[in-house]
């Protein structure tokens, strides 16, 4: 079994920063890829961020609006991926997921999902 525990959420004003994590937990050989989604009310979940599991810390892409503003990274030694989120806006308000493409030691891949964490950012 496997679980993702996000932390790091909370209410910020425009302009702010936080800092979420990510930490893997369970029955982990191997990590692939690991990204940040979220959620705004009413809307669908979108892709924020993801890096993959290459040397160097691997390689990132962003979703254009996050572009110069977020940056994600990841601890192989910790199994954590970080989504460090400046100069916020009220639209990056939203719950924020962690994913991750995650092999068992019985060498299945599945792809887990965290519980989310609240962002919300006041104007």
């Known amino acids: 079994q496997v679980h993702l525990v996000e932390s790091g959420g909370g209410l910020v004003q425009a302009g702010g920063s936080l800092r979420l994590s990510c930490a893997a937990s369970g029955n982990i050989n191997s990590i692939r890829a690991m990204a940040w989604f979220r959620q705004a009310p009413g809307k669908q979940r979108e892709l924020v961020a993801t890096v993959t599991s290459g040397g160097s810390g691997g390689s990132t892409n962003y979703a254009d609006s996050v572009k110069g503003r977020f940056a994600i990274s990841r601890d192989n030694a910790k199994n954590t991926v970080y989504l460090q989120m400046n100069s916020l806006k009220p639209e990056d308000t939203g719950v924020y997921y962690c994913?991750?493409?995650?092999?068992?030691?019985?060498?299945?891949?599945?792809?887990?999902w965290g519980q989310g964490t609240q962002v919300t950012v006041s104007s």
């Open positions: 994913n991750a493409d995650i092999r068992s030691w019985v060498g299945l891949w599945n792809n887990y």
